[in-house]
């Protein structure tokens, strides 16, 4: 494994910016939500051993991915180190869908996807929500195309930050709404296509079962001082890549989004916000792009988050 994130990791913690954070999420870099090999009937929270490992490509590739396992039962509150150790079998979304409740969206926020889809700039962010159903599990987890987005060959990826908020906030400004941010992972906005140019709203076209899977590695705000620094990529089944762009292309960045997104409006811990995805997505390609059962995506952000992937398969 490469050690970008290992030495990413280390050069954050001797950085001054993070005395800021004493007594707030100092107490993980990174967590995952896992099934261990010991017992399948357990679902258990905690720290990678190996801070360079990339946890979803790891687990694809069938290495042993040690974790220091947490005395808590959510990465909302996790605990601290029991002192136990346990290796993933199965990898799981870091949080459940009780625990995100409504997942708020911002679309076409990246300065090249607009370009892309030859729409102008928006002055406000553009948000559309996604039910808590919609919340996916990384592989081994199948993510299920619905049959009328294979009827219409219009299935469609999204590569995307993800924000997990970690204590309620509202009406923040965005000066100090990082302050409310838990950590980040990596997110993927399936979407129907044809069933949303068939409409204005976007909700129902990207809010089927399983079309917002996250994961693996929900990174602690403290490891990651300027969001604008990540570096997201869209990988095809091939390991083309289809979206390579970084955070800094947002029109809206990550203070603003969360300042928007809590002004008169309450976002309880464990909200969960999609940023938005930069230029790449299928529908734009030509020829145009679109997942097909058996076929794989990945979700690329670096540093510190690693790879989200998904192995789509019909709806039955």
Not at 82 to 93: E, F, K, T, W
Not at 289 to 303: A, C, D, H, M, W
């Amino acid at each position: 494994m490469t050690s970008w994130k290992r030495k990413s990791v280390s050069s954050v913690l001797i950085s001054a910016h993070l005395s800021s954070y004493l007594g707030k999420y100092l107490w993980f870099l990174g967590l995952v939500r896992f099934v261990p090999k010991s017992d399948s009937s357990k679902v258990l929270i905690g720290q990678p051993t190996d801070e360079s490992i990339d946890v979803g490509v790891a687990v694809k590739e069938g290495k042993e991915v040690l974790v220091d396992v947490f005395s808590g039962s959510s990465v909302l509150s996790p605990g601290q180190s029991s002192g136990q150790n346990a290796v993933v079998d199965r990898i799981l979304s870091p949080l459940t869908q009780n625990e995100v409740g409504t997942i708020r969206c911002i679309g076409l926020n990246y300065k090249q996807h607009a370009a892309e889809a030859k729409m102008d700039l928006p002055t406000v962010p553009t948000v559309f929500f996604k039910p808590s159903t919609s919340l996916g599990d990384p592989w081994p987890a199948p993510t299920v195309l619905p049959k009328q987005t294979l009827e219409t060959d219009s299935g469609d990826y999204e590569s995307e930050l993800a924000v997990v908020i970690g204590k309620s906030c509202k009406n923040v400004s965005e000066a100090e709404a990082l302050d409310y941010v838990l950590g980040y992972t990596a997110s993927n906005d399936i979407s129907s296509r044809a069933a949303q140019f068939a409409q204005t709203q976007w909700g129902y076209s990207k809010g089927f079962d399983g079309a917002c899977p996250i994961g693996p590695t929900l990174v602690s705000a403290s490891v990651v001082p300027d969001p604008a620094k990540l570096h997201v990529r869209g990988l095809g089944n091939k390991g083309e890549v289809l979206q390579d762009c970084g955070i800094d292309d947002l029109i809206f960045n990550i203070p603003k989004v969360v300042s928007f997104l809590s002004q008169g409006t309450t976002l309880p811990a464990g909200t969960l916000i999609i940023t938005g995805t930069p230029a790449g997505v299928g529908f734009a390609k030509k020829p145009k792009y679109t997942l097909k059962p058996g076929e794989e995506f990945r979700v690329e952000i670096l540093p510190y988050i690693g790879t989200l992937i998904n192995v789509f398969e019909a709806e039955r």
